[in-house]
């Protein structure tokens, strides 16, 4: 029974080691998961977003454009009724008084009037359907303005994360030259407590570990820097961004999978962007030729009038003045054209047509990039493949050369600056093998963001 009850006990007791273990361990984000953090929560990616909302709102509202106008007014006025004739223009601050006395008359009348006035464009030309296609054209590029963004957002996600997968590399083989030092010092302490080696040595071995492990400070510091950037456009804590370290071998793996993909240079964010750019400026061309076309409205109004002056001349009470005593109405369609807007039309026009031909020149100058672009990458992959491969002759030669140097020292055969050349040697090789490794992701991942197929890379890695 007493076995019984420890035996559970220890079970308890590793259940809470683990658990408390799964706790503090932090779980390792993958490049798909951070991929998608960033495009919910970089703040300029939200920005861009609110933008596309603003001109979702500009074509709901350009679909109203056509409708007719409807103003309905009334108004109640004091003042006297004496004028004589003449013509004038008013400019809008001379105010109406249409009848026309032989004699001077100060006397106060009241009026009132009431209107309802009706104002349809009918037709325009096409004017009405080219500023809602502007509209379309200008939400279009912004939501192409936005899928570059994204583009532009999603590289700069993979640079961090392939860094910080080769920083944490690097603190590895910082933590196995440390190693290695310490090994060595204790070596020294050994043979110099025997008599063999002089103590110098070991000052000499302390600076060398001394060293190495400022080093691994320094790089700890640039993998917490590139977390917070990380965390900046993703959400996520910056702690809590721990990288795949097993990603590198999967895409060396993959990279005879990945190497037949064709370009997709149609669907090019980048492409798509300067092409709808293209369009909207001639889009902006095609409105301004409706908007100097001539117009026809449709036009009515009903008003009444009521006046305490009555229709023979006679000054009545005041309160005569209030509720209509006639009315009248107009109907009519009217046509306007400005004739000397044809040189203002022609100007503009002419500086539209100017920015088309300066967008259709970024769009060819983009076209051209991507072009060269995709040559020097596969030029970039194929070196760092060829380096690659290369790398492990030199990290073996260099390997077996600190062995022997060590146990050469250790025997007494050599001294402490010969085994710490080849320890360096060492580091260097190894050193070299990690930034192979990070150079040939950073060229395949260079290859499939311009190559337009950043998806596909993504699938074969799953």
């Not at 056509?66 to 003449?86: A, E, F, I, R, V």
């Not at 502007?134 to 912004?142: H, N, R």
Request: aromatic share 10%.
């Amino acid at each position: 029974m007493l076995n019984i009850r420890k035996f559970f006990l220890l079970l308890l007791f590793c259940a809470f080691f683990f658990a408390v273990h799964a706790q503090q361990e932090p779980k390792v984000v993958s490049l798909d998961q951070l991929l998608n953090n960033v495009q919910l929560n970089a703040p300029s990616l939200l920005a861009d977003s609110a933008a596309i909302r603003i001109k979702q709102a500009e074509v709901e509202a350009s679909r109203y454009n056509s409708l007719p106008s409807l103003k309905l007014n009334y108004q109640l006025d004091l003042g006297t009724n004496n004028n004589l004739p003449g013509g004038y223009f008013s400019y809008g601050i001379v105010p109406s008084n249409s009848r026309v006395r032989e004699k001077g008359n100060a006397s106060s009348i009241l009026t009132d009037m009431g209107i309802a006035a009706f104002d349809w464009e009918v037709y325009n030309f096409g004017a009405y359907a080219a500023r809602q296609h502007l509209a379309l054209s200008d939400l279009t590029v912004e939501q192409l303005g936005f899928n570059q963004s994204k583009y532009k957002m999603k590289n700069i996600t993979i640079a961090y994360y392939l860094q910080l997968i080769r920083l944490n590399d690097m603190r590895a083989i910082q933590a196995q030259n440390i190693m290695r030092n310490q090994e060595i010092k204790r070596t020294i302490h050994a043979l110099a407590v025997a008599g063999i080696k002089a103590g110098v040595d070991t000052s000499i071995a302390e600076a060398e570990l001394s060293k190495a492990r400022l080093i691994e400070l320094e790089l700890s510091n640039e993998v917490k820097k590139i977390q917070l950037q990380l965390s900046s456009i993703s959400g996520l804590q910056a702690q809590a961004i721990v990288p795949d370290t097993l990603l590198e071998d999967r895409l060396i793996n993959s990279y005879t999978a990945y190497w037949a993909v064709q370009p997709d240079t149609a669907s090019h964010p980048l492409l798509q962007y300067y092409k709808a750019l293209h369009q909207n400026s001639l889009d902006k061309e095609a409105l301004l030729k409706k908007l100097y076309m001539p117009k026809v409205s449709l036009q009515a109004a009903i008003w009444g009038r009521g006046s305490s002056v009555s229709a023979y001349d006679e000054f009545r009470a005041l309160y005569k003045g209030i509720g209509f005593e006639r009315g009248n109405y107009l109907v009519g369609v009217g046509i306007t054209y400005d004739v000397f807007d044809n040189k203002r039309k022609k100007l503009q026009l002419k500086t539209q047509q100017s920015g088309t031909a300066y967008a259709l020149q970024k769009l060819h100058e983009q076209e051209t990039e991507i072009s060269i672009s995709i040559q020097q990458a596969q030029v970039e992959l194929t070196t760092a493949y060829d380096r690659l491969q290369e790398i492990p002759r030199q990290l073996e030669a260099a390997n077996a050369a600190y062995r022997q140097k060590l146990s050469l020292y250790r025997n007494g055969l050599t001294d402490i600056v010969e085994l710490n050349a080849a320890l360096n040697i060492l580091y260097r090789a190894e050193t070299d093998y990690t930034n192979a490794r990070y150079l040939f992701c950073k060229a395949l991942f260079e290859k499939a963001l311009v190559e337009n197929q950043l998806p596909v890379l993504l699938q074969t890695l799953n």
